[in-house]
């Protein structure tokens, strides 16, 4: 290939990077000479780089698109005032210590009335005693852990917590798929991972399961093989893995290659940007959020405003974070202020909020009682398998 054709393929990588940056700034509302007064500054913690930059760019694509319709909508409307809705965006790189710093830059700089994300649990925990030091609202759009939102005054979420889905899926393993033993692969430094792992093994026993194996890893680790064949040793009916989206690829590949026939069952954190990942994974059952196919009228319209945008289907991180947008708007338009007191006060009070993720109900409590689905992989697809429902 010529030196003429890499240097026309740089500059047209160039110029599709600096389209997508101007239809981003257009997508955010950010717009040249409107005064603060007139905008409503939302902080967005997300990773846009590192191993969860897929799901970074899920969940800024759910924002677009929320703030899209909204700003075209012509904004929100508080008594005479008319305000443009923009995010912030601030990039965590999947790591604890910049999303705080990110997050008290929101804040101190750039004076946010609410911040929403980050969507993962070791980066949403520390986040989240920033926000309510600040005594700024935040929500968690994808962080299931529980230590998000204890000890809190204003901090929320959308999603489940680990303590249902960890409970949910111990019961799937044992009623629906017959499972007498279980085995877990997680990380022992992440909170999300651990504390499923937790949840799972307690819930799977109570109900008369054995819990085979229980092996653990590190933050970084690539080799799970010792690990694993010690797990093949107890034979188990399933196993269980709690894990990030890129180490399940790592693990679920191991696994085939030491000969392990086991069913594979997971939590949320399953989500593939690249389809062809869920072969990888064919046969394995996880919990989520949101499914495209979902039989729902209301899925089926985010469906096709999301593929009119972006001209593929919805991930559950895009599904969940427009959402988190829509809570807030209807928040802010029901209390009539973007001051952060009122935001708290409104997200605080009592509602039934039924969004493309399914219903939600907060009843006094920051963590939703909410709609879950169970996905299966089937012919390298994740089909919808059943819901539940609060």
Not at 70 to 75: A, D
Not at 137 to 162: E, L, N, S, Y
Request: proline share 5%; aromatic share 8%; charged share 20%.
């Amino acid at each position: 290939m010529g030196k003429g054709c890499a240097k026309a393929r740089l500059f047209t990588c160039r110029l599709i990077v600096l389209a997508a940056l101007l239809w981003q700034a257009a997508a955010w509302g950010v717009q040249a000479g409107r005064s603060d007064k007139n905008v409503l500054k939302i902080g967005f913690i997300t990773p846009v780089s590192g191993n969860m930059k897929a799901l970074g760019e899920s969940t800024l694509e759910g924002a677009q698109l929320a703030l899209g319709e909204k700003n075209r909508g012509g904004g929100i409307r508080v008594g005479k005032n008319q305000y443009t809705v923009v995010i912030v965006v601030r990039d965590s790189e999947d790591r604890p210590e910049l999303a705080v710093r990110a997050a008290h830059e929101l804040i101190n700089r750039e004076n946010i009335s609410v911040l929403i994300g980050p969507p993962m649990s070791r980066l949403a925990v520390p986040v989240a005693q920033v926000a309510n030091n600040a005594r700024v609202p935040m929500i968690a759009q994808i962080a299931t852990h529980p230590d998000v939102t204890k000890g809190t005054q204003c901090v929320f979420r959308t999603c489940f917590t680990d303590v249902f889905q960890g409970g949910l899926m111990a019961k799937f393993a044992r009623m629906e798929l017959g499972a007498k033993s279980a085995s877990v692969l997680f990380d022992v430094a992440s909170p999300y991972n651990r504390g499923l792992a937790e949840l799972f093994e307690a819930k799977f026993t109570a109900m008369g399961g054995e819990m085979v194996a229980k092996e653990t890893y590190t933050t970084g680790e690539t080799d799970f093989t010792s690990q694993l064949l010690r797990i093949k040793e107890k034979a188990p009916d399933v196993l269980f893995l709690p894990n990030y989206n890129y180490e399940i690829l790592a693990q679920a590949d191991q696994v085939r290659r030491i000969g392990m026939k086991v069913r594979i069952i997971g939590s949320d954190s399953m989500a593939f940007k690249d389809v062809g990942d869920y072969k990888k994974v064919e046969n394995a059952y996880y919990s989520a959020h949101f499914s495209p196919d979902a039989p729902s009228p209301r899925v089926k319209a985010f469906n096709d405003a999301y593929q009119a945008v972006y001209g593929k289907m919805p991930l559950p991180g895009a599904a969940l974070t427009y959402d988190a947008f829509a809570l807030l708007f209807a928040v802010i338009e029901e209390r009539q202020s973007v001051e952060p007191k009122e935001i708290c006060k409104g997200l605080s009070t009592p509602r039934r909020f039924e969004g493309v993720t399914g219903v939600m109900l907060f009843d006094g409590s920051p963590d939703p009682v909410r709609s879950a689905v169970v996905l299966h992989v089937k012919d390298g697809i994740p089909r919808y398998y059943t819901q539940v429902d609060p």
